[in-house]
Nanobody, 112 residues
Framework: VQLVESGGGLVQPGGSLRLSCAASGFTFNNGWIHWVRQAPGKGLEWVSSIHVGDGTTASADSMKGRLTISRDTRNLIVYLQMNSLKSGDTAMYYC??????WGQGTQVAVSS
C-alpha cells in the first residue's frame, strides 16, 4: 500500500489549493481515506474523510464550507480542494488510509 500526496505550496490568504492523494496497492472498494494536518509545533488535526467505496464524506467544522473532498475511483486518487485559505491553514497535510497507511505529506503555506 502506498499513498503519495501532492499539490501543496505557497498561497496567499484567500487563495485555493487542490491536494491530491494517489493510492496504490489497494482498491477503492471499501475503507476510508482521511486528510490530517500538522501545523508547526502542534499535534495532528483531522481535516476531512471520504469513504472510497460509497463516497460518504465528513469534514472538520473549522473548514466546513471551505473544502471539498472527492475521489477518482478509476485512477485511485482522493482530492482535497481547499478555498479561502487562511494563515491558520498552514501545515503539513497527510493522507492516510484507515490511519494504518500514511503518505509522506505535502506542505501548505498560506502567507502574503
Amino acid at each position: 500500500v502506498q499513498l503519495v500526496e501532492s499539490g501543496g505550496g505557497l498561497v496567499q490568504p484567500g487563495g485555493s489549493l487542490r491536494l491530491s492523494c494517489a493510492a496504490s496497492g489497494f482498491t477503492f472498494n471499501n475503507g476510508w481515506i482521511h486528510w490530517v494536518r500538522q501545523a508547526p509545533g502542534k499535534g495532528l488535526e483531522w481535516v476531512s474523510s471520504i469513504h472510497v467505496g460509497d463516497g460518504t464524506t465528513a469534514s472538520a467544522d473549522s473548514m466546513k464550507g471551505r473544502l471539498t473532498i472527492s475521489r477518482d475511483t478509476r485512477n485511485l486518487i482522493v482530492y482535497l480542494q481547499m478555498n479561502s485559505l487562511k494563515s491558520g491553514d498552514t501545515a503539513m497535510y497527510y493522507c492516510t488510509r484507515d490511519y494504518a497507511y500514511w503518505g509522506q505529506g505535502t506542505q501548505v503555506a498560506v502567507s502574503s
